[in-house]
């Protein structure tokens, strides 16, 4: 029979481990109450929503899915029916976000760490015509424009653009800073993928624009030029760096301060993102699995930021 003393002791163990117990759960919040993770078009996207997904699962919270495009999810942040877009590409707010923002009907919990690229990029081979590079000064020199240019463009060097229908930049800078360049436009991004596929496949010079993250870049080694220098105020006429943030609801932080606190430590890099992309995009796996075998080999990536919440 156990003794009055010993069922004190195990009275006061069992009490303290509630305290702990309760003290790690009450950060959760509203628990049984699901949290809605936008998702927008594009795999990438997708991606930092699933992997943000899960790990809020082991956190202890549930999680859905909502289906919406970039700009009509801030119609759903505000009829309460999307929480948080994990993934907001600062060069594509459109005109509800701002003001959004300024009504405090939404917030940013930090950059997502994803170093978005977008600007000139070019393949090794390049480097053997335009041995300055990166410095964009290099697309000044002769020898350089001619070992770039075609039958299209003599006695300019080639710069491959975005299609046309994506805007104008390329032209633009290319104007601005007078280099011997014409920006030609591919005709679409399987057009570009299959640019910079056989210009890489036969060691070749290019000089193209292109982005980050994307899959093809978990296969193809691409370097990134140094752009001219550019005034933001220019608007179109600059290609500028693109931070990638990532945005809750008001009243977030109340309602779920555990993954408040989550969301604010959770970083995914391009690497990371290209990847999965490119198991998914071209190797067409499912991305809750892609996700998951993600999540399973990168504990200590995020243990971390699920410790911080607990606290």
Not at 169 to 175: C, Q
Not at 200 to 222: C, E, I, N
Not at 291 to 310: G, H, K, L, M
Request: with cysteine; net charge negative; proline share 7%.
């Amino acid at each position: 029979m156990l003794s009055a003393r010993s069922i004190c002791l195990a009275a006061a163990a069992g009490f303290a481990s509630l305290t702990v117990s309760l003290a790690t759960a009450a950060p959760l919040g509203d628990a049984q109450a699901p949290i809605r993770i936008a998702l927008n078009e594009w795999t990438g996207q997708n991606i930092t929503a699933h992997v943000a997904g899960q790990l809020l699962e082991k956190l202890g919270y549930k999680v859905q899915y909502v289906t919406a495009g970039s700009f009509p999810q801030w119609i759903g942040m505000q009829d309460g029916s999307i929480d948080m877009t994990p993934e907001l590409w600062t060069n594509n707010l459109g005109e509800i976000y701002p003001k959004m923002l300024e009504a405090k009907q939404v917030e940013p919990v930090g950059d997502l760490g994803l170093n978005a690229r977008d600007g000139w990029a070019y393949t090794d081979a390049t480097l053997a015509i335009c041995p300055s590079l990166p410095d964009w000064k290099a697309l000044l020199e002769p020898s350089c424009a001619a070992a770039l240019a075609t039958a299209e463009t003599l006695p300019n060097g080639r710069l491959v653009d975005y299609p046309a229908d994506w805007g104008t930049a390329s032209a633009n800078e290319i104007e601005d800073f007078n280099l011997p360049l014409t920006a030609v436009p591919a005709g679409s991004e399987g057009a570009l993928v299959a640019e910079l596929q056989a210009a890489a496949a036969a060691d070749k010079p290019l000089l193209m624009r292109f982005w980050a993250p994307h899959w093809l870049l978990a296969k193809v080694k691409l370097n990134w030029l140094d752009m001219p220098p550019c005034d933001p105020k220019d608007g179109g006429r600059c290609i500028l760096p693109s931070p990638v943030i990532k945005v809750v609801r008001a009243g977030f932080g109340e309602k779920w301060p555990a993954a408040y606190a989550f969301m604010k430590q959770y970083q995914l890099g391009a690497e990371d993102q290209q990847k999965m992309m490119l198991e998914i995009d071209q190797n067409k796996k499912e991305i809750g699995a892609v996700v998951s075998a993600w999540v399973d080999a990168n504990t200590t990536r995020w243990s971390p930021w699920i410790d911080a919440a607990q606290k």
